[in-house]
């Protein structure tokens, strides 16, 4: 569904390989996942998800998966 407003997945998957393009992500990331997972969040939400997730993986020496 397409809305200003509302819920776009596209938007939010772009979103995800916007703020994932610089850290080390596992090449299987299913964004279309993440997007629905994270339906209802605004992009701030997203961005201190993924700045989160980054900041355990560095501290763990590994890359950003699925499971994280």
């Known amino acids: ?3 200003y407003f509302g819920f776009n997945g596209e938007r939010v998957c772009s ?10 992500y596992d090449f299987g990331l299913d964004y279309k996942q993440l997007a629905d997972m994270t339906h209802g969040y605004v992009s701030a939400d997203i ?11 560095l501290r763990l ?3 950003i998966t699925m499971d994280m």
Do not use: C, G, M, Y
């Open 1 to 3: 569904t397409q809305s």
């Open 15 to 24: 979103l995800f390989k916007l703020l994932l393009e610089n850290n080390p």
């Open 47 to 57: 961005r201190l998800i993924v700045n989160d997730v980054s900041r355990n993986a």
């Open 61 to 63: 020496h590994s890359k």
